[in-house]
């Protein structure tokens, strides 16, 4: 169940922002036991490492037979492997607990809120949609006849008339699979200008060696 919502829709915000709290009473039960069982296990370690040096000294001094030390040393290792398969359960506890708290992935915008407080939030189900303020890349479907004289690397013209914007970018992947309804093939080139938005439409000019 979500417990808080932070956020609105069209808000700019920071990575790390709070978003939502989902309750975490079951993952603050487990961090408390898996607190306490660390513990315990560290108190055991600690033990167990005093004994095994009281009954090392007694070895070296000729008064304990190599099969107790052995016992001994045993026993030392035992709370040595419990201990840190208690602190493993704290990590993994502490991890699902933060799982109770979304946040901003990166810095942008908020373009969509999906979830209110007492709604309920189930795996696979997107909560909100954060549009960065940078990592934008422009798909173009390119005709068939140019699959060999694009590559990864090579500087394309583009131009977003809704914005006035000509700028330039690189292509960064080249998708060699051929529509065959369309006869075209996917370029995708990074774009690093300001002010750009999910879903604008833009011309590419791309070199073809002549």
């Known amino acids: 169940t979500v417990t808080g919502v932070y956020v609105r829709t069209g808000e700019r915000v920071q990575a790390g922002r709070l978003f939502a709290t989902i309750d975490d009473r079951d993952a603050v039960q487990r961090v408390r036991a898996a607190e306490q069982a660390f ?13 095994y040096r009281r009954y090392k000294r007694l070895h070296d001094e000729k008064a304990l ?30 991890i699902r607990q933060g799982f109770t708290r979304i946040t901003a992935p990166a810095t942008g915008v908020v373009t969509e809120k999906r979830i209110d ?54 292509i960064i992947e080249v998708v060699p699979a051929v529509d065959p309804a369309t006869r075209t093939f996917i370029v995708k080139i990074a774009l690093a200008a300001k002010g750009l938005r999910s879903g604008l439409f833009a011309r590419v000019r791309l070199p073809r060696g002549e």
């Open 39 to 51: 513990e315990a296990a560290k108190q055991g370690r600690t033990m167990a490492d005093l004994t």
């Open 65 to 94: 037979a190599r099969q107790e030390i052995d016992q001994i040393e045993t026993q030392k290792n035992v709370a040595a492997a419990r201990y840190e398969q208690a602190k493993a359960g704290l990590e993994e506890a502490r």
């Open 117 to 170: 407080p007492g709604s309920m939030a189930m795996p696979g189900m997107p909560l909100f949609t954060v549009e960065s303020d940078g990592g934008f890349h422009l798909e173009a479907a390119v005709d068939e006849s140019l699959s060999g004289a694009l590559h990864v690397g090579k500087r394309a013209a583009v131009t977003i008339d809704s914005l006035g914007l000509q700028t330039h970018g690189n």
